[in-house]
């Protein structure tokens, strides 16, 4: 039974430039939500998508988008990149009517800004 | 919204020595609790939750957590620590206010020493 998996596991940016990361879910779950880990920092909520709609989103600027495909992966794309937006970028998946907040998380992309 | 605070951002135990990572949270509601762990470059794991049944929890790896609605804690423990334990511990809350979100707290990094 796959777990979630994410790519690309490493990636470096320039500032300005526009990234596009992964993610496929979980076997079963239908769910995918998206944080960001900074250096030192416990994760952040980004974004959380279901029936490919974004459901419920943190505090997070627009240059920050997704998008859930039917088969339930999703994609987290992250516009005019800043400095600051160097991280671990953490997809995880659920099961949309456990309601348990229960997450699988993948390893996760280091996005580095430069 | 809902959130956590992790109490000490590195704790040192010897080999054997109990382990108590501690965590008090803050909330208006019945709060459902997660300790997750992050080993070196990988992504987070679930240890255990609480969802408002047995006020002591065990999860994975000897690990367990009692909810105390007095003190507002729930503390994650385990009687003897081994080597294998190092790694990063996260506590995290519901967020109602974001659907089924979590909030996490900063982490606390746990060294086990010979």
């Known amino acids: 039974d796959a777990g979630v998996t994410q790519s690309p596991t490493h990636l470096i940016k320039t500032r300005g430039q526009q990234v596009t990361l992964r993610c496929s879910p979980k076997?079963?779950?239908?769910?995918v939500s998206w944080y960001q880990q900074a250096l030192g920092q416990g994760p952040q909520f980004i974004f959380q998508y279901y029936e490919e709609e974004e459901r419920q989103r943190g505090n997070f600027p627009d240059r920050f988008s997704g998008h859930q495909f039917p088969n339930y992966s999703s994609e987290l794309n992250v516009n005019a990149l800043l400095l600051g937006d160097s991280a671990l970028y953490l997809c995880?998946?659920?099961?949309?009517?456990?309601?348990?907040?229960?997450?699988?998380f993948g390893e996760g992309s280091r996005l580095t800004v430069l | 919204a809902q959130s956590v605070t992790q109490l000490g951002s590195h704790v040192s135990v010897s080999e054997g020595a109990l382990v108590l990572l501690r965590c008090n949270y803050s909330s208006s509601v019945p709060p459902y609790l997660f300790w997750y762990v992050q080993y070196p470059n990988q992504g987070l794991q679930l240890l255990l939750k609480y969802t408002s049944a047995a006020t002591l929890v065990k999860g994975i790896n000897g690990f367990e957590a009692e909810f105390k609605k007095s003190e507002t804690s729930f503390h994650l423990t385990k009687p003897s620590a081994h080597m294998s334990d190092a790694a990063e511990y996260f506590c995290a809350v519901i967020n109602s206010n974001s659907g089924y979100a979590l909030n996490f707290g900063k982490g606390t990094s746990l060294l086990v020493t010979p």
């Open positions: 076997s079963g779950h239908d769910t």
């Open positions: 995880a998946s659920s099961y949309m009517t456990a309601n348990t907040g229960e997450l699988f």
